[in-house]
Structures are given as C-alpha cells and as structure tokens.
C-alpha cells in the first residue's frame, strides 16, 4: 500500500522560510516522479514542484528562484524548500508520486497547511 506522509507546515510572516518534508512507503521510490501541488482555498490545485527519477526539475513560475526542491532516494523523501515566503503562497500542500507516465494510478499525500501571514 502506497504511502505518502507530509511534515513540515505552519504559520509564517511575508519573507519566512519552511521546509516541506514528504516521505513515501509501497513504491520503489527512485523510479518515481515526485512532486508537491498546492491548493488555495476557492482555486485549482496546482503543481508547485516536480522531480523526475533523472534529476530533472520543473518548477510554476511564480515560485521560481524562492522553492526548492530535493529528494533522498535512501530515506525515500522529497523535500520542498519555500523561501521568501509570500502571502499568495498560503495553501494546503500535496505531496504526490507517480511512475513514468501512470498519470492514473498517481498517489497524493494528505495535504499539509501552509500560512503565510503577518
């Protein structure tokens, strides 16, 4: 059974920093794209970060040059780095999996609050 757990949300001010941690069970965590969505209250969820099992990043361009993100294919974790926080970066964040291609068969995480307020 596929397994994703979040960590790392909470209240911050306009300029703060967190680090998003998500760790996954029941797949073979290095064949998998990871990836963390976000969804604002009254919006679409929307990917905020990607990695591929290659290396390769992609990144929504309003968060380019603040996030990062990283994994650790021995401890099966991604991460999500969030720096210069924004009030707009408020939401829940999703940590999501998916092999290859099998955009079907995706796992998400239970979602993590992240605030941004003064």
């Known amino acids: 059974q596929v397994q994703l757990v979040e960590s790392g949300g909470g209240l911050v001010q306009p300029g703060g920093f967190l680090r998003l941690s998500c760790t996954a069970s029941g797949i073979t965590f290095s064949f998998y794209y990871m990836g963390w969505y976000r969804q604002a209250p009254g919006k679409q969820r929307e990917l905020v970060a990607g990695l591929s099992s290659s290396g390769s990043t992609e990144y929504i361009d309003s968060v380019k040059g603040r996030f990062t993100i990283s994994r650790d294919n021995a401890k099966n974790m991604v991460y999500l780095q969030m720096n210069s926080l924004k009030l707009e970066d408020t939401a829940v964040y999703y940590c999501?999996?998916?092999?290859?291609?099998?955009?079907?068969?995706?796992?998400w995480g239970q979602g993590t609050q992240v605030t941004v307020s003064s």
């Open positions: 999501y999996a998916r092999f290859r291609n099998d955009y079907r068969n995706a796992n």
